[in-house]
């Protein structure tokens, strides 16, 4: 059984940080590329980075370029989002998905992923 299970979310101050852990389990981790998306009150699922099933190359979405870094560990069947200089409007619920097999490359579109975490709640706020 496919699961991915997201941790570290919490409530943090603007321009701080948090780490995302996005713990696989059920299937060949090292075989997929891995999402990241968030979901605000109100607005529809965003995606906001992919890294590749190497952890080589990576994708993100021009608002939290030169914030948010994502990385996983194969070994470890773990993907991670490094969130910093945190702003109100990250604020959301954030999921971790596999991408599906046959997808060409990275992504961020909700459509081409085929398995979800249950998410984590990220509240940036004074």
């Known amino acids: 059984q496919v699961q991915l299970v997201e941790s570290g979310g919490g409530l943090v101050q603007p321009g701080g940080s948090l780490r995302l852990s996005c713990e696989a389990s059920?299937?060949?981790?090292?075989?997929?590329?891995i999402g990241w998306f968030r979901q605000a009150p109100g607005k529809e699922r965003e995606g906001v980075s992919c890294?590749?099933?190497?952890?080589?190359?990576?994708l993100y979405i021009d608002s939290v370029k030169g914030r948010f870094s994502v990385s996983r560990d194969n070994d470890k069947m773990t993907a991670y989002l490094q969130m910093n200089s945190l702003k109100p409007e990250d604020t959301a619920v954030y999921y971790c998905?596999?991408?599906?097999?046959?997808?060409?490359?990275?992504?961020?579109?909700?459509?081409?992923?085929?398995?979800w975490g249950q998410g984590t709640q990220v509240i940036v706020s004074s």
């Open positions: 059920g299937f060949t981790f090292m075989y997929y590329h």
């Open positions: 998905a596999r991408l599906s097999i046959s997808a060409h490359d990275l992504s961020v579109r909700p459509s081409d992923y085929d398995s």
């Open positions: 890294v590749s099933r190497s952890g080589g190359r990576t």
